[in-house]
């Protein structure tokens, strides 16, 4: 590799590159485009920089490869140019030694190269630190509490995950335990996990803090009864301030885990360390777990993340925006919390194509570019129907009162409405069936169930019924 100097040379090269540029661009800039970016190697003039996705590197050559030359040929000399690959999970496809962007200044510790991204799936993410790193999954440096957005539907579970960060740091308990978090799919747990973990390490470097993903835990767990150090297992989990299982549903019906968890977790809890779990429903709604353990998990303060509204989409996307540093028209932020309902997730990610349009082709961003570029988002989310607007429907349908939905009565001519209104919620949201049992006047899943088969028989036997579903049915799709 002709002209190659050492890694460390190469570091420190890179180091002064990322940095200038750090203070030409900023730190939203900096942190969303340049930080994720991980050098591989210099050779022959050429400097091949790696990115996790085409996006981004599009990005980046649209906007920054040029400085970046300059730059490099500056710290370096001679004449340089830049090569941008995508590579999607850099810590598997390199075995070379490899370099990421250096930290901002107040950064808790260095970022290492082989670490996979999680919250957001973009961007960079470091270890916890030395004592848990080992065992403890990446955090994503930008879900901390400074960037979560409040609103109604989460600042209950806000001010407890706060609660629990506040006190662990302190030296203090927090007056519950354990935490549980639940709420759908992209509304923030992650995020609010991640916040607890980066404040306890910042404010207090010393405490253990565990984050994983029910799954790591349930394969780490399976690994160490295959090589049988099962008590090594243990003891790692033992030594924690705070453990904290990400979807905990993944953990539900494997019975094994559920029981290695259950002593884990009563150990932890009689010692005092704090415990928070996630998951996608409650405690109770989860299917598959043990008596106890749900019994336990309602022991302590359990907080659900609500759908999200209409005030606390628009203040995410404002948020977002900043932080991106691109000016959005407020109309067209309006618009997108108007229609993009379903998750933060998906407005995150609807914001963020909108943008990377309007710089790629170089046009402003407006309603129209908008509605051209996001055609399927928006579509799919137009399409989405809530359980109260199947209810309503079918009522009005049926003639009967809203109220009967989830009333007692038992009379066949409320009785078969409210079994098509449950089938056509299975049907036509994402909704669980205990969920759906609860929307109807708290039944049992079971009654949900036995409702789905009830229409599906009907609907084979009985044409005109079966005409009456569909056409409902069709109403509330379009
Ligand atoms: P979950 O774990 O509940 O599925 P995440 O925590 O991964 O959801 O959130 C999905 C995305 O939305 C993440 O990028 C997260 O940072 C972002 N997000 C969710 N809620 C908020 C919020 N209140 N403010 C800012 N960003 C949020
Ligand atoms: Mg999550």
Known sequence: MAGTGTDDRILDIWVRVSTRLHSEIGEAAFQSWLKPMIVHEVADGQVRLSVPTRFMRDWIVAHYVDRLAELWTEEDGGSHTIDIVVQPDRALASK????????????????????????????????????????????????????????????????????????????????????????GVGLGKTHLMHAIAWHIRQQAADRNVIYLSAEKFMYRFIRALREQNTVDFKERFRSVDVLMIDDVQFISG????????????????????????SADKSPSDLEGMEERLISRLNCGLVADIHATTYELRLGILQSKAEHMGVEVPSPVLEFLAHKVTANVRELEG?????????????????????????????????????????????????????????????????????????????????????EIGRKFGGRDHTTVMHAVRKVEELREHDHSFNEDVDLLRRMLET
Request: glycine residues 6%; aromatic residues 6%; positive net charge.
């Open 96 to 183: 070379k030694p490899v370099v990421s962007a250096p930290a901002p200044a107040e950064a808790p510790s260095a970022p290492s190269a082989s670490e996979k991204s999680t919250c957001m799936g973009r961007g960079p993410v470091r270890s916890t630190g030395s004592v848990s790193g080992d065992i403890s999954a990446p955090l994503d440096p930008r879900c901390n509490f400074d960037d979560f957005v409040v609103g109604k539907p989460n600042e209950f579970a806000y001010a407890a995950s706060r609660r629990v960060a506040e006190a662990t740091a302190e030296g203090r308990r927090a007056p519950f335990n354990p935490l549980f978090l639940y709420g």
């Open 254 to 277: 494997k019975e094994s885990t559920q029981e290695e968890f259950f002593h884990t977790f009563n150990a932890l809890v009689d010692q005092g360390r704090q415990i928070v779990i």
């Open 350 to 434: 609807g914001l963020t194509r909108v943008v990377a349009h309007a710089e790629l082709v170089g046009r402003p961003i407006t309603i129209e570019t908008t509605q051209e570029v996001l055609h399927d988002l928006l579509r799919a989310n137009d399409r989405r129907v809530t359980i109260e607007e199947i209810q309503k429907r079918v009522a009005t349908h049926f003639n009967i009162r809203m109220s009967d939905m989830s009333s007692a009565r038992r009379a066949r001519s409320v009785a078969r409405p409210r079994q098509v209104a449950m089938y056509l919620a299975k049907q036509l949201t994402a909704r669980s069936l205990p």
